[in-house]
């Protein structure tokens, strides 16, 4: 091989390297967000003791087991069941959790997988690389699904600045020569958006 066709090899390889997605990092600062999103709605600060009331939040789990939200999710769930009972995690103890998935049903399993790989990231793993790699991988990938149809039922709800501005709407509507069409659409979609609303912190606990 020349130096030429070394160099460039080395250039490929280099590329290529650059170009792997770093799922660890992708996937703490996932966590992060999910972690913010159950302290509030668990109302502990506790790890163990949130992971053990989220799984206690069943509503938007029965949708999910009878296909009403959260499809794509299912193929990574069953593909995460294979994985752990293929590489069996080692799990100190997490409410007595054997460290497998049961089965693409097993949503509680697949909840304490997060919080497992987590640790994991957050404290280090004796395991070897390359499972560690496919395990940051899946969760990602999973609780990315689920975190962004929490974010969307999120910004369905009605809030105090859709409240300011459907105020200030009515204020300018109560003068017809001030008001325009666009206006008075904002403000019926403002009403319907109020009528229909849940809690913000709530969200998963509401049928789809």
């Avoid at 999910?34 to 939040?57: C, G, P, Q």
């Avoid at 499809?71 to 100190?92: D, N, S």
Wanted: with cysteine.
């Amino acid at each position: 091989m020349s130096d030429e066709d070394t160099t460039t090899k080395e250039l490929i390889v280099r590329w290529i390297e650059r170009a792997q997605v770093d799922y660890s990092d992708l996937y703490a600062r996932l966590y992060i967000a999910y972690n913010a999103w159950f302290r509030k709605v668990t109302h502990t600060s506790f790890d163990r003791e949130a992971i053990s009331r989220l799984t206690k939040r069943f509503i938007i789990w029965d949708d999910y087991l009878q296909g009403r939200v959260l499809q794509t999710l299912k193929p990574l769930h069953k593909e995460i069941a294979e994985f752990t009972q293929a590489h069996t995690h080692k799990v100190v103890s997490l409410h007595r959790w054997s460290g497998i998935v049961k089965d693409e049903s097993d949503w509680q399993g697949l909840i304490r997988y997060w919080y497992r790989v987590r640790c994991d990231l957050f404290h280090g793993s004796s395991d070897d690389q390359e499972v560690s790699k496919q395990r940051v991988r899946l969760a990602y990938a999973s609780l990315n699904i689920f975190m962004l149809e929490i974010t969307k039922r999120m910004d369905d709800c009605f809030t105090s600045a859709d409240l300011r501005r459907l105020n200030e709407l009515n204020v300018l509507l109560a003068v017809p020569s001030g008001s325009t069409i666009e206006q008075q659409t904002t403000r019926q979609m403002l009403h319907q958006k109020y009528i229909r609303s849940h809690d913000i912190w709530s969200v998963d606990l509401v049928r789809a």
